[in-house]
């Protein structure tokens, strides 16, 4: 049947920015300057004062943002690197492709962020950087992480992918370590028309290095210092984020408003104890990048969902101590059973800023449906 409330819907969205967009485009492709260029460091400077940092680099997706932030630091053979084992893939993809091992720590069972007392006992002598993942829109408990880190004389690297304008006591995260990454997917809350990343910092030796590293480490061009890659951002992708950029803070209200929204539904029509919701935690500016439940029976709900015309998603099914690439790093089923109980129990809904008070409606009504049906 014809899905009644898609997972995700961009099409609102864009028909209320498309005049000026189409317009950006245009600029971009009458200029023919479509790598590089005054397109991206527009953006690069706009969203550093939007995040409050000193350095902003535009790079080609969320996934090289990581890989260039650990090549900035030298990560590689010999060297640990921490994450939650409770993520997108690229976290600790990264980590294996330069040559590192990805240290993996269970989550905090409400937040699924990584746990920071894990986080401190995984530190060892090898360790070379701390990743820590502002999953799903709500930042993880930085300040004991960033006490372990400094006391361990080790980087901080925020996997803020999710997290764009989320705030950790006020701050914004991707400020807070020594660098953050951020991806523009066209899912994300700030998202871009294929695929587009950040890498942020307060340290202007790092930005330069990041710079360089994005274009084949090449300065002047055509001679390299050092071994780099093609991390660059398009111009056009650039330029589509500069008209979305303005509209994040009230884009982000809508998805924090539909959050509110959800809790009036679900405690008016569903039985308490059926479904675990979302954690705000205290100390945090939550933008819901993803609104994510918890139920027991998650796989039933999610076919009754999709039966009845309500999109879903899994994020995600198979934490990486269990993948079958990282076999080698010895871990077994049960070793993080906080991030296994939420592969197995969690999923999310929609909760994109256009979803209208009927189709969330329509949503909870489903899922009290299914319930009462048990």
């Known amino acids: 049947m014809t899905t009644k409330v898609p997972l995700l819907d961009l099409t609102a969205q864009y028909a209320s920015i498309r005049d000026e967009t189409l317009a950006a485009v245009i600029r971009v492709c009458d200029s023919q300057r479509f790598i590089m260029g005054p397109e ?95 999953l799903y829109g709500q930042s993880a408990d930085m300040d004991p992480i ?51 990343g950040l890498v942020t910092t307060n340290d202007a030796a790092l930005a330069h290095k990041i710079r360089l590293l994005r274009n084949h480490g090449a300065e002047p061009k ?19 984020l500069r008209v979305k950029a303005p509209h994040l803070a009230s884009w982000t209200e809508a998805r924090r408003r539909n959050a509110a929204r959800y809790r009036e539904l679900f405690g ?35 076919a009754h969902l999709e039966a009845v015309g309500v999109g879903t998603e899994i994020y995600y099914p198979v934490p990486f101590h269990v993948q079958e690439c990282f076999a080698y790093l010895g871990y077994r089923n049960g070793a993080f059973p906080h991030a296994e109980r939420a592969a197995a129990e969690t999923i999310a809904l929609p909760i994109f800023g256009e979803l209208t008070e009927d189709q969330q409606r329509y949503v909870v009504q489903s899922i009290a449906a299914f319930f009462a049906g048990r």
Do not use: W
């Open 40 to 134: 991206v460091e527009g953006l690069e400077r706009e969203l550093a004062a939007l995040l409050g940092v000193k350095e902003a680099i535009g790079v080609s997706s969320g996934t090289d943002a990581l890989l260039v932030a650990m090549m900035v630091l030298g990560v590689g053979p010999g060297d640990e690197v921490i994450t939650p084992t409770y993520s997108f893939f690229a976290t600790a993809g990264c980590v294996a492709r330069l040559g590192a091992t990805p240290i993996l720590v269970d989550v905090d069972p409400v937040t699924y962020n990584a746990d920071p007392r894990a986080v401190a006992a995984a530190i060892t002598p090898r360790t070379k950087a701390i990743i820590p993942v502002h």
């Open 146 to 196: 960033l006490d372990s880190a400094d006391r361990a004389g080790v980087a901080v690297i925020e996997d803020a992918a999710q997290a764009i304008g989320a705030r950790y006591k006020g701050r914004a995260v991707g400020g807070l370590g020594t660098l953050g990454c951020f991806s523009f997917f066209p899912s994300k809350n700030l998202g871009a028309f294929g695929d587009g």
């Open 268 to 302: 008016a029509l569903v039985p308490p104890g059926l479904v675990g919701l979302p954690a705000e935690s205290a100390d945090c500016y939550h933008i819901y990048n993803q609104f994510v439940v918890r139920v027991r029976e998650r796989d039933a709900l999610r």
């Open 222 to 240: 055509y001679f390299h210092k050092v071994v780099g890659g093609n991390f660059r951002l398009d111009a056009l992708q650039a330029a589509v």
